[in-house]
């Protein structure tokens, strides 16, 4: 313990000197990365103690904040390859009194220099190196809550956003590049945080269009527009059934929530469509009203109700089409067990060695070690935890007992 103790007070001490070397220092941020040709990229300068490189965590400061009062120098030791423009001149616009931005003009290095006059009268300077590539490719890159994609999927008549990647060869370029890729509804984006962040509003009818570039000849990415009937397959999630967790109730008359996520070719759009829910075991489960079919309250999300235990199915369609995906799990109907073990959570205090009982997730048993809520194995998939007579075999004749069981 003494040698982290130590090892933390060496690292202070050495934050301290730093900070206390820094207080007289100016800083120039250079971009995190090769800046593309053609690329425009923000940067700052100032005093070195508020400024922390890469967006670290900061160290305490020890020293004093002064501001710019007058610039002395600010330029590039290659204009001709690391242009310095005012932040007026820059096509986005200027974000402060001193904005400044550099722009690639062709491959190699160039020093980037700042000197000036400070708010406690000393004149500081720093400079920073800044790379400079030619793009040789881009690549569309679509998250829309699933596994990045180089094809933007969205329904007919929304937008949806993209991002665009640069490279030179496999290294990935940074700085904002204008109009790095076109296509007919392609919105260019606003160039915030140095990004290639771009819009497409998509046509009224179902469509596929390849990415263009007036910048590179090589382009990777698709946009597609789609309509119900290029809907291929869903995904069902439901809310109360997982791994972790069994849809687990103590009466009936509850509900949970299901989704539908809707899958063209396999791939989930950015945004979702109004689907249709089919229960068929209404018995068991069903539409919010008891409905057998029913439609979503909100793109994609309902909710079902359970009435008994038992196998829950439920089929997903776009409305008035067929179903195309099916999901089937058990639904429990369990004890609520005796008053203060009805869902003990893991590693608080109990009273009965050799106790059992069920956490609210219902996934498996605990039992009482050493005056501790401890966790046993889970249950398997099609089994749930609950309080059973202590007459059953493994139970305790007096003492509360809860085990896995399947469905009545």
């Known amino acids: 313990m003494s040698r982290l103790l130590d090892s933390h007070c060496m690292l202070l001490l050495v934050a301290v000197i730093v900070a206390a070397c820094n207080d007289k220092g100016a800083y120039l941020s250079g971009p995190e990365g090769t800046l593309a040709v053609g690329a425009y990229h923000r940067f700052d300068f100032g005093d070195a103690c508020v400024y922390t490189p890469g967006g670290s965590v900061p160290i305490p400061s020890f020293c004093s904040t002064e501001f710019v009062t007058e610039v002395l120098e600010l330029s590039s030791s290659d204009?001709?390859?690391?242009?310095?423009?005012?932040?007026?001149?820059?096509?986005?616009?200027?974000?402060?009194?001193?904005?400044?931005?550099?722009v690639g003009k062709k491959p190699g290095q160039s020093t980037l220099m700042f000197k000036g006059n400070f708010s406690d009268g000393s004149v500081r300077q720093a400079s920073a190196t800044v790379q400079v590539k030619a793009p040789d490719s881009i690549k569309l890159v679509a998250g829309c809550g699933g596994p990045p994609a180089t094809n933007l999927l969205t329904p007919v008549d929304t937008q949806a956003v993209f991002d665009l990647e640069i490279y030179a060869g496999t290294e990935k370029l940074v700085g904002w590049l204008p109009n790095a890729a076109?296509?007919?509804?392609?919105?260019?984006?606003?160039?915030?945080?140095?990004g290639n962040h771009d819009t497409w509003q998509a046509p009224s009818t179902p469509t596929m269009l390849t990415l263009?570039?007036?910048?590179?000849?090589?382009?990777?990415?698709?946009?597609?527009?789609?309509?119900?009937d290029q809907v291929t397959d869903f995904t069902i999630t439901v809310s109360a059934f997982d791994d972790l967790m069994r849809a687990a109730y103590t009466e009936p008359g509850h509900d949970f929530y299901v989704q539908g996520i809707i899958l063209v070719e396999g791939q989930s759009p950015c945004h979702n469509l109004s689907v249709e829910f089919h229960s068929s075991t209404p018995d068991v489960c069903s539409g919010p009203a008891g409905e057998t079919v029913w439609t979503d309250s909100d793109a994609g999300n309902s909710t079902a109700v359970v009435h008994t235990e038992g196998l829950c199915t439920l089929g997903v369609s776009m409305p008035g089409g067929p179903v195309l995906a099916t999901k089937s799990f058990p639904l429990f109907l369990v004890s609520a067990g005796p008053s203060g073990l009805e869902t003990p959570s893991l590693g608080s205090t109990c009273t009965v060695e050799g106790g059992t009982a069920c956490p609210f997730t219902y996934a498996e048993p605990e039992v009482c070690r050493s005056g501790y809520w401890v966790e046993k194995p889970s249950c398997p998939a099609?089994?749930?935890c609950d309080f059973v007579p202590d007459t059953t075999p493994g139970c305790v004749a007096g003492v509360v007992c809860a085990k896995c069981r399947g469905l009545h």
Not at 89 to 100: E, K, N, T
Not at 212 to 228: D, E, I, M, N, R
């Open 79 to 102: 204009p001709s390859v690391v242009e310095i423009i005012s932040g007026a001149d820059d096509p986005r616009g200027a974000i402060g009194p001193y904005s400044s931005t550099m």
């Open 182 to 194: 076109t296509a007919d509804g392609v919105i260019q984006g606003d160039g915030s945080s140095d």
């Open 212 to 228: 263009q570039s007036p910048v590179v000849s090589k382009v990777t990415g698709t946009l597609t527009a789609f309509g119900p």
């Open 382 to 384: 099609d089994q749930v």
